[in-house]
């Protein structure tokens, strides 16, 4: 090898070193730990002996699959997603387009839709958990100026999933937002010209030439937003604790209350399984929104 190649390559290895120790100290170890813990019945009291745990193998996995409150939270989850993602990605891509076709105020919307995003997630549910309160909240107070009894948002088993979707949403969907927004920028005008000179509407160059210009930037915006959707927990942490009678818990609320239980090898099989769900998923959405060739 050219001595001056050689040195690039130890001078590199050397910067790299830093963050490869750290890496592996904070993040490999940890994540091949918990795997390694996933097959074993560790609890916290078995912290200060860990090599005296017994090795159960598959069993945290089978006794997930068959918990009826395991089963409820999945269930959960999957309503995350399903309501979450398209409501969140339209919006983003609704608003982006709005603030594409104005001139003047599109730094004001801009940063107005954007703000949530970078708001204490603690902060915004409590304020929301006051506005949706069923005596008292501003919501259920508007309503009744118009004649309309507001129920129990966060109180009722049919309405608190959809109410903490309608709030992440409303969150959210800022981020994707100035990703479509960016994504805009790129679509040729002289293709959209065209296109209105001979005669296609509105609708029809928006879905004939915008939509599958933007089909890479839909697919990170469904990956990136369907993460965040099954790692749901914040929002019910702070709005419901997951009630009420576990309609809003979520895997990832799950995961925490059995590590809080003590329950390490079981939290670290659940934790697993979500990321297994995450990979499977994400692998499903590359087929499915690739550009195709």
Do not use: C, H
Not at 1 to 6: A, C, F, H, V
Not at 26 to 46: E, H, I, K, Y
Not at 174 to 202: H, K, W
Not at 277 to 289: N, Y
């Amino acid at each position: 090898m050219d001595p001056t190649r050689r040195q690039q390559a130890v001078a590199a290895w050397v910067l790299a070193l830093p963050f490869m120790a750290l890496f592996l100290v904070f993040t490999a170890g940890p994540v091949l730990a918990s795997l390694g813990m996933s097959f074993t019945d560790m609890r916290s009291t078995d912290v200060r002996t860990p090599f005296g745990v017994n090795f159960v193998g598959i069993e945290n996995y089978q006794e997930l699959l068959a918990d009826p409150l395991f089963r409820k939270v999945t269930l959960n989850t999957l309503l995350y997603l399903l309501l979450g993602v398209p409501l969140t990605m339209g919006v983003a891509l609704a608003a982006a387009v709005g603030l594409n076709s104005i001139q003047r105020f599109k730094g004001f919307f801009r940063v107005s839709f954007y703000l949530p995003v970078v708001t204490s997630i603690v902060a915004v549910s409590v304020v929301w958990k006051f506005l949706l309160r069923e005596n008292g909240g501003l919501v259920n107070t508007v309503l009744g100026w118009v004649g309309i009894s507001g129920p129990g948002w966060l109180d009722s088993t049919t309405l608190a999933l959809p109410t903490l979707v309608v709030m992440a949403v409303w969150r959210n969907f800022g981020t994707l937002m100035v990703i479509f927004l960016a994504a805009l920028q790129t679509v040729p005008r002289e293709l959209l010209e065209a296109a209105e000179t001979d005669g296609a509407s509105g609708w029809a160059r928006f879905r004939l030439i915008t939509l599958p210009i933007l089909r890479p930037t839909m697919l990170f915006g469904a990956v990136i937003t369907s993460i965040g959707y099954l790692q749901f927990f914040e929002e019910a942490f702070v709005m419901t604790k997951g009630g009420p009678l576990d309609a809003t818990r979520s895997i990832t609320f799950f995961t925490f209350d059995q590590w809080g239980y003590g329950n390490y090898g079981y939290a670290s099989a659940a934790a697993y399984l979500l990321f297994l769900a995450i990979v499977l998923l994400t692998w499903v959405q590359f087929r499915l929104l690739r550009e195709k060739d």
